[in-house]
Protein backbone atom coordinates (compact mmCIF):
# COMPACT_ATOMS: atom_id res chain seq x y z
CA UNK A 1 0.00 0.00 0.00
CA UNK A 2 1.92 3.52 -0.67
CA UNK A 3 -0.06 6.25 0.96
CA UNK A 4 -2.04 9.01 -0.67
CA UNK A 5 0.10 11.64 1.18
CA UNK A 6 3.23 11.05 3.17
CA UNK A 7 2.60 13.89 6.13
CA UNK A 8 5.77 14.60 8.59
CA UNK A 9 5.47 16.18 12.03
CA UNK A 10 8.46 18.62 12.06
CA UNK A 11 9.09 21.19 15.20
CA UNK A 12 10.78 24.28 13.25
CA UNK A 13 13.35 24.63 15.88
CA UNK A 14 15.14 21.35 14.98
CA UNK A 15 16.10 21.67 11.06
CA UNK A 16 19.05 19.20 12.14
CA UNK A 17 15.98 16.48 12.45
CA UNK A 18 13.97 17.40 9.39
CA UNK A 19 17.74 17.32 7.63
CA UNK A 20 18.47 13.82 8.41
CA UNK A 21 14.52 13.07 8.13
CA UNK A 22 14.89 14.28 4.33
CA UNK A 23 18.22 11.93 3.43
CA UNK A 24 16.66 9.25 5.04
CA UNK A 25 13.42 9.19 2.96
CA UNK A 26 15.08 9.58 -0.21
CA UNK A 27 17.11 6.55 0.33
CA UNK A 28 13.90 4.95 0.13
CA UNK A 29 13.11 5.74 -3.10
CA UNK A 30 9.17 6.12 -2.97
CA UNK A 31 8.09 8.21 -5.20
CA UNK A 32 5.30 9.85 -2.80
CA UNK A 33 7.02 13.81 -1.53
CA UNK A 34 6.42 14.47 1.86
CA UNK A 35 4.40 17.43 3.46
CA UNK A 36 6.10 18.95 5.95
CA UNK A 37 4.01 20.15 8.66
CA UNK A 38 4.81 22.36 11.77
CA UNK A 39 4.23 20.76 14.98
CA UNK A 40 2.89 22.93 17.89
CA UNK A 41 6.20 24.47 19.72
CA UNK A 42 5.49 24.11 23.43
CA UNK A 43 7.96 25.73 24.54
CA UNK A 44 6.17 29.02 22.95
CA UNK A 45 2.80 27.78 22.78
CA UNK A 46 0.95 26.74 26.23
CA UNK A 47 -1.74 24.44 26.55
CA UNK A 48 -5.07 25.29 26.96
CA UNK A 49 -5.82 23.76 30.23
CA UNK A 50 -3.19 23.60 33.12
CA UNK A 51 -3.84 20.03 33.60
CA UNK A 52 -1.52 19.30 30.96
CA UNK A 53 1.10 20.49 33.41
CA UNK A 54 0.69 17.36 34.68
CA UNK A 55 2.52 15.46 32.15
CA UNK A 56 6.32 15.77 31.06
CA UNK A 57 7.09 18.48 29.26
CA UNK A 58 6.23 18.52 25.47
CA UNK A 59 3.47 16.15 25.57
CA UNK A 60 0.29 18.59 24.81
CA UNK A 61 2.47 19.33 22.01
CA UNK A 62 3.20 16.48 20.71
CA UNK A 63 -1.16 15.62 21.15
CA UNK A 64 -1.63 18.60 19.00
CA UNK A 65 0.46 18.42 16.20
CA UNK A 66 -1.03 14.77 15.31
CA UNK A 67 -4.52 15.84 16.03
CA UNK A 68 -3.95 19.26 13.52
CA UNK A 69 -1.53 16.63 11.11
CA UNK A 70 -4.57 14.61 10.88
CA UNK A 71 -6.97 16.84 10.35
CA UNK A 72 -5.60 18.32 7.39
CA UNK A 73 -4.56 14.68 5.65
CA UNK A 74 -6.38 12.74 2.74
CA UNK A 75 -6.90 9.18 2.89
CA UNK A 76 -5.00 7.10 3.66
CA UNK A 77 -2.34 9.09 5.24
CA UNK A 78 1.15 7.99 6.54
CA UNK A 79 1.94 10.06 9.30
CA UNK A 80 5.36 10.14 10.25
CA UNK A 81 7.80 11.97 13.00
CA UNK A 82 10.90 13.33 11.86
CA UNK A 83 12.94 11.18 13.86
CA UNK A 84 11.83 8.41 11.97
CA UNK A 85 14.46 5.61 10.22
CA UNK A 86 13.20 2.88 8.19
CA UNK A 87 14.23 -0.38 7.03
CA UNK A 88 16.01 -1.74 4.38
CA UNK A 89 13.49 -3.53 2.70
CA UNK A 90 10.94 -0.26 4.00
CA UNK A 91 9.56 0.64 0.09
CA UNK A 92 8.94 -2.81 -0.88
CA UNK A 93 6.98 -3.76 2.40
CA UNK A 94 4.81 -0.96 2.60
CA UNK A 95 3.99 -1.71 -1.44
CA UNK A 96 3.24 -4.66 -0.32
CA UNK A 97 1.25 -4.27 2.53
CA UNK A 98 -2.02 -5.46 2.38
CA UNK A 99 -4.99 -5.07 4.78
CA UNK A 100 -8.55 -5.84 5.69
CA UNK A 101 -10.96 -3.15 4.03
CA UNK A 102 -12.04 -2.62 7.98
CA UNK A 103 -8.67 -1.52 9.18
CA UNK A 104 -8.98 1.84 10.99
CA UNK A 105 -4.84 2.11 11.62
CA UNK A 106 -1.97 0.36 11.20
CA UNK A 107 1.42 0.82 12.97
CA UNK A 108 4.93 0.71 10.96
CA UNK A 109 6.38 1.21 14.12
CA UNK A 110 6.34 1.56 17.98
CA UNK A 111 6.78 -0.86 20.83
CA UNK A 112 5.12 -3.69 22.19
CA UNK A 113 4.03 -3.55 26.06
CA UNK A 114 2.16 -7.05 25.98
CA UNK A 115 2.59 -9.54 23.37
CA UNK A 116 0.19 -8.64 20.05
CA UNK A 117 -2.23 -11.05 18.90
CA UNK A 118 -1.40 -12.81 15.32
CA UNK A 119 -3.46 -11.74 12.36
CA UNK A 120 -1.89 -12.92 9.32
CA UNK A 121 2.10 -13.29 8.64
CA UNK A 122 3.24 -10.10 8.63
CA UNK A 123 0.65 -8.48 10.45
CA UNK A 124 -0.44 -8.27 14.14
CA UNK A 125 -3.16 -7.00 16.48
CA UNK A 126 -2.07 -4.93 19.09
CA UNK A 127 -2.83 -5.03 22.57
CA UNK A 128 -0.72 -2.73 24.67
CA UNK A 129 2.04 -0.07 22.58
CA UNK A 130 3.83 2.85 22.73
CA UNK A 131 5.14 5.09 20.26
CA UNK A 132 3.33 7.28 17.80
CA UNK A 133 6.07 8.08 14.85
CA UNK A 134 5.12 6.03 11.90
CA UNK A 135 1.27 4.93 10.83
CA UNK A 136 -1.12 4.88 8.03
CA UNK A 137 -4.72 6.06 8.96
CA UNK A 138 -7.53 5.03 6.53
CA UNK A 139 -10.16 8.07 7.76
CA UNK A 140 -7.82 11.02 9.21
CA UNK A 141 -9.96 13.36 9.44
CA UNK A 142 -12.11 10.72 11.80
CA UNK A 143 -9.21 9.76 13.72
CA UNK A 144 -8.37 13.59 14.12
CA UNK A 145 -11.64 14.10 15.80
CA UNK A 146 -11.81 10.39 17.82
CA UNK A 147 -8.01 11.33 19.26
CA UNK A 148 -9.18 15.20 20.48
CA UNK A 149 -11.89 14.07 22.69
CA UNK A 150 -8.71 12.09 24.42
CA UNK A 151 -6.65 14.82 25.53
CA UNK A 152 -3.65 12.86 27.26
CA UNK A 153 -0.44 11.55 26.21
CA UNK A 154 -0.60 10.80 22.26
CA UNK A 155 0.90 7.06 23.05
CA UNK A 156 -2.50 6.46 25.79
CA UNK A 157 -5.01 8.57 23.99
CA UNK A 158 -4.46 6.23 20.75
CA UNK A 159 -4.80 3.04 22.90
CA UNK A 160 -7.81 4.48 24.15
CA UNK A 161 -9.92 4.64 21.18
CA UNK A 162 -11.80 1.46 19.89
CA UNK A 163 -9.81 1.52 16.54
CA UNK A 164 -9.61 -1.52 14.42
CA UNK A 165 -5.73 -1.31 15.28
CA UNK A 166 -2.78 -2.83 12.98
CA UNK A 167 0.97 -2.90 13.55
CA UNK A 168 3.21 -4.64 11.21
CA UNK A 169 5.18 -7.27 12.35
CA UNK A 170 8.94 -6.98 11.94
CA UNK A 171 8.33 -3.00 12.17
CA UNK A 172 9.34 -1.00 9.52
CA UNK A 173 10.62 2.08 10.80
CA UNK A 174 12.09 3.09 14.45
CA UNK A 175 13.31 6.36 15.71
CA UNK A 176 17.29 7.47 15.79
CA UNK A 177 18.48 8.58 19.30
CA UNK A 178 18.29 12.60 19.01
CA UNK A 179 16.81 14.22 21.82
CA UNK A 180 13.11 14.33 21.85
CA UNK A 181 10.66 17.12 23.16
CA UNK A 182 8.65 14.97 25.50
CA UNK A 183 11.11 14.12 28.59
CA UNK A 184 12.03 10.82 28.63
CA UNK A 185 14.84 7.79 28.53
CA UNK A 186 15.89 8.56 24.88
CA UNK A 187 16.82 5.13 22.88
CA UNK A 188 21.05 3.98 22.46
CA UNK A 189 21.16 5.08 18.77
CA UNK A 190 18.33 3.93 15.87
CA UNK A 191 15.91 1.74 17.90
CA UNK A 192 13.42 -0.57 16.59
CA UNK A 193 11.93 -1.92 19.45
CA UNK A 194 12.15 -5.50 17.66
CA UNK A 195 12.32 -7.57 20.93
CA UNK A 196 9.58 -9.58 22.78
CA UNK A 197 7.07 -7.05 25.38
CA UNK A 198 8.93 -7.34 28.80
CA UNK A 199 5.99 -9.01 30.70
CA UNK A 200 7.27 -11.62 27.67
CA UNK A 201 10.16 -12.27 29.51
CA UNK A 202 8.66 -12.12 32.56
CA UNK A 203 6.52 -15.33 31.61
CA UNK A 204 3.07 -13.56 31.03
Not at 171 to 187: A, M
Request: aromatic content about 10%; overall charge neutral.
Amino acid sequence: MIPAQVIVIHLARRPDRLQRFRVRWEATGLPVKPLIFTATDQSTTEPPSPRWAEFPAGTWGCWDSHVRALKIATSPVLILEDDAVFAPNFAQALAELTLPPYWEICHLGGQHLRRPEPFVPGLVRPVRMLRTHAYLAHYPQVLSSALRSKPTHVDFAFTALPLKRFATDPWLVGQDDSPGEITRKEPNGIEFWQEDPVEAHCGA
